[in-house]
């Protein structure tokens, strides 16, 4: 039976952000009043995950205050798998039945969301993901004969394809904004009326 009480998250907060230009991290970004890649650690806060690791490149963003263990991928250029086998690796050791994958650049998850993707678990081989009704996408949850699969991944599209063939619980595409671009970011302080849309250099403005 997988619960939140015997998962792993896996926060992939590693990159080098070669999209966004020549800022350091996306991720430490102002949204909202914090970073932007604090807003997942935040919602998720109140699950009681059997632990919580974050796959970090560097000490930019603190994540112990929320309750996370540290992991340092040291080489970020390999992709978005080596932080996932890092994380994985770290859950397969505690014994967990299970890991939800959720990426540090999608600010607006939500942990209702995430309750609804247990519900449509049906066993420890269970690969269930977000879906924006377009197309699959983390967060997505794994369980413990999946860990196999997910070690031996290469690459930056980490876990795609078993993602694209599992189950998919649809959310509001709102939910599932990652951001990858300066412009990405700036959109997504207009949709939700950020204070930091109104004072970037070149922020459109209502009249």
Do not use: C, W
């Not at 939800?100 to 690969?127: E, F, N, Q």
């Not at 795609?160 to 619980?169: L, P």
Request: glycine letters at 10%.
């Amino acid at each position: 039976m997988i619960s939140v009480e015997n998962t792993v998250l896996i926060l992939l907060a590693a990159g080098q952000s070669g999209r966004f230009g020549d800022v350091g991290s996306k991720l430490t970004e102002p949204f909202l009043g914090r970073a932007l890649g604090l807003h997942v650690a935040v919602a998720l806060e109140s699950m009681p995950f059997m632990e919580r690791l974050a796959i970090v490149d560097g000490g930019r963003i603190d994540y112990t205050p929320y309750g996370f263990t540290q992991l340092h991928n040291p080489d970020p250029g390999e992709g978005m798998s080596k932080s996932v086998k890092i994380g994985v690796a770290r859950a397969k050791e505690l014994g967990a039945s299970a890991v939800l994958i959720a990426l540090a650049d999608m600010p607006r998850v939500t942990a209702t969301h995430i309750y609804r993707l247990y519900d449509a678990v049906d066993g420890v081989s269970a690969v269930v993901a977000s879906s924006d009704g377009a197309k699959p996408k983390p967060p997505a949850l794994f369980g413990r004969d999946r860990f196999d699969d997910l070690l031996a991944l290469t690459g930056e599209h980490g876990a795609n394809q078993m993602i694209k063939a599992g189950r998919h619980v649809v959310t509001a595409p709102a939910e599932l904004i990652d951001v990858d671009t300066p412009e990405e970011l700036e959109e997504l302080r207009e949709l939700v009326n950020a204070p930091e849309a109104l004072t970037r250099a070149g922020a459109r403005r209502s009249d």
